[in-house]
């Protein structure tokens, strides 16, 4: 009997259908109650939370932490653990309670960015956790946000904003009910209830989601470090521009030396080169974060004083030898990452968490990136194509498209020559031309990596482990060249195997990621940037003469196309492949169809080319 009540509270504790989902991550969030209020110029936020810890999976998620600024407060109401029976076994005391300055990466120099953290863990499972914690924030531009995205379902979620009477809000949402809005003489209460059911991450998968909840709230008008509005786009960047407007002053001895590399040069596009690579010979990227770190720059005066900044400042500064030389330039918000964020054009609001700069020139938009010592000359790169920025200027602001990449700013060209003395041993060489994400990843490697690792990598990039490499080079013909040429050569085992009257000869394949079968994909596929591929493979199979070779393919696809065509001559064999994939949003609608191509090419690709033998 007693060992039936044991179970019994187990199942209590642990809602029913803890089949699915939960055993992947072995913690679930049974309930979350956040409160915002706004009064009096601050925002406070409290988030009261229950949580299940399934078994020693969910360990992962006892630890809690909880960044804030300078001049803010963080206070932990409550925190304990109850056992599988309700019991109290565990309440966190103040000294349990550490703190830490932030900082954002190893290039930080200085944040006055803090974190106040915490763990809870217990020894026998399940066990549940509960903790409540306020913020309070001196300054805020948003008023609420609901994106979970993490890996713990939430049962019960409800998310609460009290704002005073007449206090304007802006808001957006997605698969979330609206609101309950209850008004008084003392304002007005907003209320949401949601649910979030994680899923297993897909390849490529749009960051749009047709079942997670989001909810984006601002006010009408802020005031940090000056008074800004979310009224427009406009508007908004003109709260940007009066933040960061009268930095740009530079001393006598920066302009001395302006005007000596200047001199006598009268194009502008030309100028505008000569600074941008100033710009990276001199100076680094180290972030500082102190007071409005987060959005207002330092001044020019300080990059030249100190040779280092973080995007802002930088950015600053080059705009500001350009203002000098007499060249139009904006400081431009923008937003870096991989992948290509989503964008409300409709919800102006702070979208953004990267500077760059725009220079307009004879009809065109130069994009600098001013972070990036190995960035060349109007390259914005593949973390900040294909999406909106917001160019800011003292009247006049607008957004702007950074171009995104095509085809060709994308074409890797491998060109592979097999030698096989006998089918057991070979030696290749591989000469690539990179662009694109591989152009910035292998620049990456040779300016930053040690030799060791560049080694490693280098040894599986095309072969795999079974390469034994005896040379290699990365070369880069000029700083504003957007590619890089790689040489790689080694032994490998042997390439082919005689079987009766047939060659089975090994593919160098091509990289793609298997996707999911139509059945099993939940989410829309998002390309960022095209994939353009050209493979040339030059077989030499020990003097055996060849006499037929493969069908040529060529596949055509909305979503991208894929060719290979063979030649022989005596005892060579040439491969010419080409695979383009385009960049885009697939709707689940499409997805069986660009599945069907994708997969059609992997298996190709994956292989082997079979020869009659004469």
């Known amino acids: ?39 009096g110029g601050r925002r406070t ?12 999976r969910g360990e992962t998620f006892t630890t809690f932490g909880f960044p804030y600024s300078k001049g803010d407060r963080v206070t932990v109401n409550y925190a304990y653990i109850s056992d599988a029976k309700g019991n109290v076994v565990r309440k966190l005391k103040n000294s349990d309670i550490s703190e830490t300055q932030y900082t954002f990466d190893t290039g930080t120099l200085y944040s006055d960015e803090f974190t106040k953290y915490f763990d809870l863990r217990h020894n026998t499972y399940p066990y549940r956790i509960s903790y409540s914690v306020t913020h309070t924030y001196q300054r805020f531009m948003n008023a609420g946000y609901i994106s979970p995205g993490g890996r713990c379902d939430i049962r019960d979620g409800k998310y609460t904003i009290e704002v005073p009477a007449g206090y304007q809000l802006k808001r957006t949402s997605r698969n979330m009910a609206e609101p309950v809005i209850k008004s008084d003489a003392n304002g007005d209460r907003y209320v949401w209830k949601y649910k979030y059911e994680y899923a297993k991450p897909e390849v490529n998968q749009s960051p749009v989601s047709d079942s997670d909840p989001y909810l984006e709230v601002r006010p009408e008008n802020f005031v940090y470090g000056v008074a800004g509005s979310y009224d427009s786009w406009e508007s908004f960047a003109k709260w940007a521009w009066d933040l960061n407007s009268g930095l740009d002053k530079l ?90 964020p989503y964008f409300d054009e409709d919800f102006p609001s702070n979208e ?40 800011t200027k003292q009247s006049g602001s607008c957004l702007v498209d950074v171009p995104a990449m095509t085809p060709a700013q994308t074409e890797c060209t491998y060109r592979f020559n097999v030698k096989c003395p006998d089918d057991r041993t070979s030696t290749i060489s591989l000469d690539a031309e990179l662009r694109g994400a591989e152009f910035e990843h292998f620049v990456f490697l040779a300016n930053r990596a040690n030799r060791n690792d560049v080694e490693i990598y280098l040894r599986n990039y095309a072969f795999g482990k079974t390469l034994q490499m005896t040379g290699y080079k990365i070369d880069r013909p000029h700083r504003d ?45 998002q390309i960022d940037f095209p994939q353009n591929d050209v493979t040339v493979i030059e077989y030499e199979l020990d003097g055996r003469k060849l006499t037929a070779v493969p069908k040529d393919i060529s596949i055509e696809s909305p979503y991208g196309s894929y060719s290979a065509v063979f030649e022989v001559a005596d005892s060579k064999l040439t491969v010419t492949k080409n695979l383009i994939i385009y960049a885009g949003r697939i709707p689940l609608a499409e997805y069986p169809e660009f599945y069907d191509f994708v997969s059609r090419v992997r298996n190709l690709e994956h292989s082997k080319y079979q020869i009659p033998m004469p």
Do not use: W
């Not at 989902?21 to 009064?39: H, P, R, W």
């Not at 390259?379 to 294909?386: D, E, H, I």
């Not at 060659?503 to 989410?523: C, H, T």
């Open 251 to 340: 001393p006598a001895d920066e302009t001395a030396r302006i005007d000596a590399m200047l001199k006598g040069v009268t194009d502008n596009r030309e100028k505008t080169r000569i600074l941008y690579h100033y710009l990276q010979d001199r100076n680094r990227y180290i972030n500082v974060s102190v007071k409005l770190g987060g959005f207002k720059s330092y001044p020019a005066e300080y990059v030249c004083a100190n040779r280092f900044g973080d995007c802002k400042a930088l950015c600053n500064y080059m705009r500001a030898i350009l203002k000098y030389a007499g060249i139009e330039a904006y400081y431009t918000l923008a937003y870096l990452d991989s992948q290509v």
């Open 481 to 525: 060249t957007a590619f890089v040429n790689l040489h790689i050569e080694g032994t490998n085992p042997g390439f082919y195997r005689v079987f009766g009257q047939a060659m089975m000869i090994d593919n160098i394949s091509l990289a793609i990621p298997a996707y999911e079968a139509p059945g099993v994909r939940k989410s829309e596929v």
């Open 352 to 391: 953004f968490n990267h500077i760059i700069v725009t220079v307009p020139l004879d009809g065109e938009t130069l994009f600098l990136e001013c972070t990036n010592k190995n960035s060349p000359f109007g390259y914005p790169g593949t973390s900040n194509q294909g999406r909106k920025a917001l160019a």
């Open 1 to 39: 009997m007693k060992i039936l009540k044991i179970l019994t509270a187990l199942i209590l504790l642990v809602p029913a259908y803890l089949t699915a989902q939960e055993d992947i991550v072995g913690c679930i969030i049974d309930s979350k109650k956040t409160y915002v209020k706004i009064a």
């Open 45 to 56: 936020v409290t988030d009261s939370v229950e949580m299940t810890v399934l078994d020693r």
